[in-house]
């Protein structure tokens, strides 16, 4: 049985398998006239056919005289399977980059991928690489990724001929597309995405790559860089904290350098071991690899000793100005009657605070630089302040705590920080950092400054979001309505959406209002070409629809999960005489209406049947199979009337605030929205009884979901939280 026809689109054509055939000595005629969305199809001699990119693969692998193409032996042939699986994430922009590192690491023993020579494993990761054009051929002259770089050029030299025939017909610089003679504008790449949406997000997944500019950290050196993400453990990482984290992340892999993470631990009222865990669970999340993590509490000897050190200089003092004054006088430039206070009466009130007396509680230690500097962080600020409060690591040893603008500075030149990554929020208080670090004769940490992000509708202050915790207006860190890490994984979107809306931005220093519809479209693009779809009905005021012709004996039928992405893979699709339909489209018909019954075929209604008050109560209709889908203006989705069917509560989530921006000084509580969550009843195909937690779906004509409480009995309900699609997306406006 030979294949006589190799039918795929121009748009997106298959390398691996093309590239395989080629070697194999397969020599089919060519159609390159599919559509875009069909999937690319062997017609053998038989009239039988073979469709799906890595089907068509492994049948070369078989019937291939190579050796070994498909490997020795069953070990090997699920080795090469596990490839494949993995191949299409090198077409994943924000995973490439991370996905070459795990590969090359991978290969540093290697000579091939499966075994001891070159199978269909190998040609898919070859594929995946020319297949970016540009891209992979830029970081091939680089030093970058020896071992992947030395395999993919051994496949080359050994296999040129064949190879380079494939990628000078189908590989332009932007990468794959219709053969070059007549490449259009338009030009689409292949969008095989990764193995299974709802699967784990895998190391290679989590990674980011470069925006689209690069950009340059002033002064920075390769292999000497160092940075540091540095988050207060006194909330979630939010969506604002990951872009501070993903740059720190950019810049450590663009010069080669390293970035830690540091916890400034100096508030205790506000800190706990609780934020801490999650802070690191969420750092993990988003791909970040950090050298070590270390805390601010860590160096509370040595600040100590550098706030005693400069009051013994002269260049700090011990203040017992009450706070609200304290700031009155520093807005006013006058200065404070405890400024020339002689150093051992500093001395004395210093031992006084570190003690926790009451004599002590009533002072702090502030910095003596410049009252009448227009920059009025240079305003003589506090360095130190009582705080009798236990430590969340430390417990009750201190008595006192250095401020954020004291430990900072000391502790990024203590540590070797080159670069300090701050937000423009910070810019009028980097004179005060510089000035800090002289006085305390340390090296000079530069700042790099970068715009805050900020999302439309959206509370990013700490503070904030914790009143919404502790009045019960959400169900915790992790609620779908929050703008944490975890709140929007929570609520359906992928880590590589994030990634990807992030490191678009780069790093500006413009003021950011964005939408929260770029972000979900983003995420859109990640999850439909792969999502499994399923079917639901609205509970309330459901219709029934009898078929009088329709099957006396339920049947069943296996049909795909997703038409267009065969590892989704099957499901169980019963059909009955009475089906389920949604009451808003049993208003929509019209007696004697023709439709489509998705994943049927079309019927015709006959009779619809009301109660005295108007309301529909059933329709009956009959089957018209050979109808065309094309001519019917409603396409129903429905259920089976059986028993097997599962209860869903369908979540659809809206903004915790009313207005887009909060302008300055108003108060967020009068802007709440009274309504955020709404729950609808449903039904849904039994086959959601395998739903994981996590998993995402489509429910058809409803929208994307992610189930948040999978089955567990047929008492209780699975819970699917909505995610918003980039159009649909809720708010008051």
Request: proline letters at 5%.
């Amino acid at each position: 049985m030979d294949i006589k026809t190799f039918a795929f689109a121009a748009s997106s054509p298959p390398l691996p398998v093309i590239a395989a055939a080629r070697l194999a000595g397969i020599s089919p005629s060519i159609d390159t006239s599919l559509s875009p969305d069909s999937a690319p199809t062997f017609l053998f001699s038989d009239g039988l056919k073979l469709r799906g990119t890595f089907a068509l693969l492994r049948y070369i692998g078989r019937v291939a005289s190579l050796p070994n193409f498909y490997g020795q032996n069953a070990l090997e042939s699920s080795q090469i399977d596990e490839w494949l699986e993995y191949a299409p994430i090198l077409s994943s922009g924000p995973a490439f980059e991370n996905a070459c590192k795990y590969i090359d690491e991978y290969l540093e023993k290697r000579t091939f991928l499966v075994g001891y020579s070159l199978s269909i494993a190998d040609i898919a990761i070859w594929a995946g690489l020319a297949g970016t054009g540009k891209r992979w051929e830029s970081l091939r002259k680089s030093t970058k990724y020896t071992n992947l770089v030395r395999w993919f050029n051994s496949i080359v030299t050994e296999h040129g001929t064949a190879l380079n025939e494939v990628t000078s017909a189908y590989v332009g610089k932007k990468g794959l597309g219709e053969p070059t003679a007549n490449k259009s504008k338009d030009q689409s790449v292949i969008t095989d995405r990764a193995k299974n949406v709802n699967g784990a997000v895998s190391e290679i997944q989590k990674g980011v790559s470069k925006p689209s500019a690069e950009i340059d950290l002033p002064d920075a050196e390769v292999g000497k860089v160092r940075v540091r993400f540095a988050p207060e453990p006194s909330g979630y990482l939010h969506i604002g904290h990951s872009k501070a984290a993903l740059l720190n992340k950019y810049f450590a892999e663009r010069y080669q350098g390293q970035v830690i993470v540091r916890f400034d631990d100096t508030n205790p009222a506000k800190e706990s071991n609780e934020f801490v865990d999650n802070l690191l669970k969420d750092i993990d999340t988003l791909g970040i690899k950090y050298e070590e993590i270390t805390y601010t509490s860590d160096y509370f000897p040595e600040l100590m000793e550098m706030a005693e050190k400069l009051i013994r200089q002269g260049k700090a003092y011990v203040d017992d100005t009450p706070r609200e004054q304290m700031q009155k006088e520093r807005m006013d430039g006058i200065e404070s009657k405890c400024r020339n206070n002689s150093v051992e009466e500093n001395l004395k009130l210093w031992k006084e605070m570190i003690a926790g007396t009451e004599r002590g509680l009533q002072c702090c230690v502030r910095g003596k630089l410049d009252m009448q500097d227009p920059n009025k962080s240079l305003r003589d600020p506090v360095y130190y302040r009582c705080n009798p409060m236990p430590h969340h690591r430390i417990g009750s040893k201190y008595k006192v705590y250095p401020t954020y603008d004291f430990a900072c500075p000391y502790v990024d030149a203590r540590e070797g920080i080159t670069h300090a990554l701050r937000s423009s929020e910070y810019h009028d208080r980097n004179a005060q950092y510089y000035r800090i670090q002289e006085d305390m004769g340390l090296r000079k940490v530069l700042i790099y400054e970068f715009s805050r992000l900020n999302m439309v509708y959206t509370l990013l202050s700490k503070r904030k979001l914790l009143w919404f915790v502790q009045n019960g207006k959400v169900d915790g860190w992790d609620d779908a309505r929050f703008p944490t890490v975890q709140g929007i994984v929570r609520r359906g979107l992928k880590i590589e959406a994030l990634i990807q809306f992030i490191v678009e931005q780069g790093a500006s220093k413009n003021l950011n209002l964005m939408e929260w519809d770029k972000l979900w479209t983003i995420n859109k693009k990640i999850i439909d070409p792969v999502c499994p779809r399923h079917t639901a009905v609205i509970a309330d005021k459901r219709v029934l629809l009898t078929l009088t012709d329709g099957p006396e004996k339920p049947f069943v039928r296996i049909i795909p999960r997703h038409k267009k992405y065969e590892a989704a893979g099957d499901k169980a699709t019963t059909y009955t005489k009475r089906i389920w339909i949604d009451h808003v489209d049993a208003e929509s018909i019209s007696a004697g209406e023709e439709v489509t019954l998705m994943d049927w075929g079309n019927a015709i209604v006959k009779e619809i049947e009301k109660d005295q008050d108007g309301n529909i109560t059933g329709l009956s209709g009959v089957l018209h199979l050979e109808g065309s889908v094309k001519t019917t203006k409603l396409k129903l989705t429905w259920l089976p009337e059986i028993d097997e069917l599962v209860s869903l509560t369908l979540v659809e989530f809206d903004y915790l605030i009313t207005k887009k921006k909060l302008e300055e000084g108003e108060d967020f509580i009068d802007v709440l929205n009274p309504c955020t969550k709404k729950e609808t009843l449903a039904y849904g195909d039994s086959n959601m009884r395998n739903l994981q937690r996590g998993d995402v779906l489509q429910l058809e004509r409803k929208g994307y979901f992610r189930c948040d409480v999978p089955f567990i009995r047929p008492s209780q309900p699975i819970v699917l939280y909505g995610i918003p699609d980039g159009r649909q997306q809720t708010g008051s406006k």
